[in-house]
């Protein structure tokens, strides 16, 4: 059975900084493309960022291009988001996917405040 578990999220003021992390159990990451997604208050799911198998390429939504950066550890079968200059915007509960499981996590809330 697939598990993703998130972790990281928290309250944090605008130009703040915070690390997610998604750690998997019932499966090898280190085969599969993996994102990150997220749901602002309100919304549907938006994509953030994805990585392929080997963490070789990388690609992101326009509106984090620049300030988030998504990354692997396949030793760990973990994934990570390391997110710089939040903005209120960013608010969101984010979700580690494996789309070709169709698998999900449960989600962490980042939320950006002053």
């Known amino acids: 059975q697939v598990q993703l578990v998130e972790s990281g999220g928290a309250w944090v003021q605008p130009g703040g900084s915070l690390r997610l992390s998604c750690a998997a159990s019932?499966?090898?990451?280190?085969?599969?493309?993996m994102n990150w997604y997220r749901r602002p208050p309100g919304q549907g799911r938006e994509f953030v960022a994805a990585?392929?198998?080997?963490?070789?390429?990388?690609v992101y939504a326009d509106s984090v291009k620049g300030r988030f950066t998504i990354s692997r550890d396949n030793d760990n079968n973990t994934l990570q988001l390391e997110m710089n200059n939040l903005k209120p915007e960013d608010t969101a509960v984010y979700y580690c996917?494996?789309?070709?499981?169709?698998?999900w996590g449960q989600g962490t809330q980042v939320t950006v405040s002053s």
């Open positions: 996917n494996v789309r070709k499981l169709g698998a």
């Open positions: 990585i392929t198998s080997a963490g070789s390429d990388t």
């Open positions: 019932g499966v090898t990451l280190s085969l599969y493309a």
